[in-house]
């Protein structure tokens, strides 16, 4: 019922800059912490980046400085900014939000919270 749709993906050169976008779309009672992840092929999801519902912010060691994470409530939507980009920042990026549903637009909650995760885009840094 509820959709994660990602945006903003591409190609850039080291030291470039891209944004990433990740909109909630459906029937949402409430949206709580949200996230990017990333992952590459044989290798384990990782967090990159997470933000909670009152805008508190955690960063991996590797992205701090140069990645910087933000929601804007109003829109169901959260955003990555990649700044100083890497060649290992390489890798699919996944956002994640914790999402309580509704019916048809009812303002009565149904069930409890789930995690929800986008369809993934690629980001490549290379030269």
């Known amino acids: 019922q509820v959709l994660l749709v990602e945006s903003g993906g591409g190609l850039v050169q080291p030291g470039g800059s891209l944004r990433l976008s990740c909109a909630a779309s459906g029937s949402i009672f409430s949206i709580g912490a949200m996230g990017w992840f990333r992952q590459n092929p044989g290798k384990e999801r990782e967090l990159v980046a997470a933000?909670?519902?009152?805008?508190?912010?955690n960063y991996a060691d590797s992205v701090k400085g140069r990645f910087t994470i933000s929601r804007d409530n109003a829109e169901n939507t959260v955003y990555l900014q990649m700044n100083s980009l890497k060649p290992e920042d390489t890798a699919v990026y996944y956002c994640n939000a914790e999402v309580v549903v509704s019916t048809g637009g009812s303002r009565v909650p149904l069930g409890g919270p789930r995690d929800l995760w986008g369809q993934g885009t690629q980001v490549t840094v290379s030269s």
């Open positions: 933000i909670t519902s009152g805008a508190s912010t």
